[in-house]
């Protein structure tokens, strides 16, 4: 039972995190929807034949009370004919939305709100890309970046109910057999990149000589990055779960 109420206090504390407001705040959250398949049919032929995934990630701008439309939800779309759904597409994806992204002088703190995948989020090249552009080219303003990972499940954040919006919109189409069916209904309710218009980097490779090599991945529910007065980047982490 103790354990029990712990758990509801910490996924109550994170979702109090998601609906914080303030003025010198900006809280963006992202996530992956689950793949859709290439081509969609009704029959069992799909079955047998060979299909591919078509990938969309999504960028929300606000908290948890925001709306959502074309000005707050950022889509990037791809297949796997031309890019995997790893690391690189996900934090290159991040990295080019902070560099389009016009951030007002009142903000002083970025606050980032993703899943605890270690392979797409939860990775030392996030972390490695988020400090890059706060140290290089954040806007002088920006003194911090927050990384906030859910409680292992609760993790229901605002990109979810842009998914299940698209997902509802999908259900109603029998047959889809190009990409560009599923790019018209993200065109609905988002702001859309094709993923292979921007450019992609190798972040692992980029860091390599400048970040210790991990032994595992690490467990910091939350991780601090501050620019200080030196022109530095400290990063800290802070442990609010179990580590699994």
């Not at 206090?9 to 793949?35: H, R």
Request: aromatic fraction near 12%.
């Amino acid at each position: 039972m103790a354990e029990k109420r712990i758990h509801r206090l910490k996924y109550k504390a994170f979702y109090q995190i998601l609906q914080d407001e303030d003025e010198t705040l900006k809280t963006i959250t992202f996530d992956c929807q689950k793949n859709q398949p290439l081509p969609k049919l009704p029959d069992q032929s799909a079955y047998f034949s060979r299909q591919f995934n078509f990938y969309h990630f999504a960028i929300v701008e606000g908290n948890s009370k925001a709306q959502l439309n074309k000005e707050n939800v950022y889509s990037y779309y791809w297949t796997e004919i031309n890019q995997k759904k790893g690391g690189n597409e996900i934090i290159s994806a991040v990295y080019h939305y902070l560099q389009q992204t016009i951030f007002q002088e009142q903000i002083k703190i970025l606050r980032v709100v993703c899943d605890g995948c270690s392979a797409q989020n939860k990775n030392t090249g996030m972390v490695a890309m988020l400090g890059k552009w706060l140290c290089c080219e954040a806007p002088r303003h920006i003194k911090k970046v927050e990384i906030i990972y859910p409680v292992v499940g609760h993790s229901f954040i605002p990109p979810d109910r842009v998914f299940a919006k698209i997902e509802k919109t999908i259900r109603k189409k029998e047959v889809v057999t190009s990409p560009t069916e599923y790019v018209s209904v993200l065109e609905e309710n988002a702001t859309v990149t094709d993923l292979s218009k921007i450019a992609l980097y190798d972040w692992k490779k980029g860091y390599e000589n400048i970040i210790k090599p991990t032994t595992s991945s690490f467990h910091e529910d939350q991780t601090f990055l501050t620019r200080t007065k030196t022109e530095n980047i400290l990063v800290r982490g802070r442990y609010t779960t179990k580590a699994k």
